[in-house]
């Protein structure tokens, strides 16, 4: 479980995990501010993904209410979820 709030730390472990799970290594093409389901490079289950990702690599818990897009539709938007969460439990 990470707990570091460093906005490149958070940024950087994000963009690994979509790297390497949906983008197969090819990272060239990630815009962080880009929204990861218009581009195609996550579905529903993707979310899914990535919210199991954030709660075990944080130790976060991600509500229900807060499976919108404006807290994971993007490396941006992800690492601005994930440091207000952090900030919220320190």
């Known amino acids: 479980m990470q707990t570091l ?3 490149m730390t958070v940024a950087d472990d994000i963009r690994q995990f979509v790297t390497d799970n949906f983008l197969f290594g090819k990272s060239a093409d990630l815009v962080d501010g880009e929204s ?43 690492t601005n979820y994930v440091r207000t969460k952090l900030a919220a439990i320190a």
């Open 36 to 78: 990861l389901l218009d581009r195609g490079v996550i579905d529903s289950t993707g979310v899914l993904e990535l919210i199991q990702f954030i709660e075990d690599h944080y130790g976060i818990k991600v509500e229900d209410e807060e499976a919108i897009p404006q807290n994971l539709d993007s490396v941006t938007c992800l």
């Open 5 to 7: 709030s460093n906005t």
